[in-house]
């Protein structure tokens, strides 16, 4: 079946630093790649996607490029700040006519500190 | 920006109850999604719903939950005799009608504590 695998948290980085957060997948054929945020007491909002392999999605300085050949869609951006704190979620929808349940990982807690 | 509500936000309930979880979708949407997420663990898929009625359902949802549209804007899920282990956040999404169009708007999920 289709899983989605991410590094597991609590992320805790100083403001400006690098971050990278890892996603891998198991899935059938080509699927759409997605991560969602989740701020504070808010729901998943859609940080960015990719529907083919190599594709970038890029949303808000974030970036994650969709890479076919080792499964994978990890999350980076290149300075982060105290307003990014919050859980990360990537995800996959299976390709295919008529499905479109999205399957996530756990989630990713980041947390930026001053 | 138009988004997805639900209500409560926290509902604490005792074992055995009933509990309906209600959702406001996006006003043009047509299908609609309630996922969960049990503390520590990962979002999971529950059903789906279009047209009145449901095209997708998990082996989760095949056990006591049920969905419904009862009017133009509600869509509600109803766990029928809770168990302890349903305590989660449950979130409802939905998705505008088009063929490709992958994005599903969450609502900011309800809170089910069960007792």
């Known amino acids: 079946g289709n899983s989605v695998t991410q590094m597991e948290g609590p992320v805790t980085l100083s403001e400006e630093a690098f971050l990278t957060i890892n996603c891998t997948y198991t899935a059938t054929g080509y699927p759409s790649l997605f991560w969602y945020v989740q701020y504070p007491g808010e729901g998943l909002q859609l940080l960015l996607k990719a529907t083919k392999a190599d594709d970038k999605g890029s949303n808000k300085g974030f970036e994650a490029t969709y890479r076919k050949e080792t499964t994978s869609f990890h999350l980076e951006k290149g300075s982060v700040q105290v307003s990014d704190s919050a859980v990360y979620f990537c995800?996959?929808?299976?390709?295919?006519?008529?499905?479109?349940?999205?399957?996530f990982g756990k989630g990713t807690k980041l947390s930026v500190i001053p | 920006e138009p988004e997805v509500t639900q209500t409560p936000s926290h509902q604490v309930t005792q074992m055995g109850q009933e509990v309906i979880l209600r959702c406001v979708p996006i006003?043009?949407?047509?299908?609609f999604y309630w996922y969960r997420q049990i503390l520590g663990q990962k979002v999971e898929f529950l059903v789906s719903?279009?047209?009145?009625?449901?095209?997708?359902k998990s082996e989760i949802f095949e056990d006591h939950f049920s969905v419904e549209r009862p009017d133009g804007s509600n869509f509600t899920l109803k766990i029928r005799s809770t168990k302890l282990e349903d305590s989660a956040m449950y979130f409802c999404a939905s998705r505008v009608q088009g063929g490709g169009t992958d994005t599903q708007y969450f609502g900011p999920g309800t809170r089910l504590t069960v007792l």
């Open positions: 719903f279009y047209n009145n009625e449901i095209s997708e």
């Open positions: 995800a996959l929808r299976a390709s295919g006519a008529g499905s479109y349940q999205l399957t």
């Open positions: 006003s043009n949407h047509l299908y």
